[in-house]
Nanobody
């Protein structure tokens, strides 16, 4: 599995971004996927997760109600729609994948990681 995250950028506070994650080899459709983020000087933290067929989602308390994780396995894509973004959510956002890991939020629960995409929330 080779994950590629994209869609990051700069947005004003209260704005929205949609991140995407894909695997050119198309194996990702068989894997549970999570989004994590890491700000400078801080630990990497869990944001949201989705199971392999998209039937189950799981959010960090800080993401619940503002972020939506989804997937389209026909397109080999996983998305993270982020609304009402806050400056403190500026970070490098990573997608990660593994089998049978849905419901877990620890870094060690995911074997495959993408390179990250930068999100900056600033006025």
């Amino acid at each position: 599995v080779q994950l590629q995250a994209s869609g990051g950028g700069m947005v004003q506070p209260g704005g929205s971004l949609r991140l995407s994650c894909t695997d050119p080899r198309r194996f990702i459709r068989e894997y549970d996927v999570g989004w994590f983020r890491q700000a400078p000087g801080k630990e990497r933290e869990f944001v949201a997760a989705i199971n392999w067929d998209g039937g189950k989602t799981y959010y960090a308390d800080s993401s619940q109600g503002r972020f939506t994780i989804s997937r389209d396995n026909t397109k080999n894509m996983i998305y993270l729609q982020m609304n009402s973004l806050k400056p403190e959510e500026s970070a490098l956002y990573y997608c990660a994948a593994d089998r049978n890991t849905f419901g877990n939020s620890r870094i060690n629960d995911y074997l495959y990681w993408g390179q990250g995409t930068q999100v900056t929330v600033s006025s």
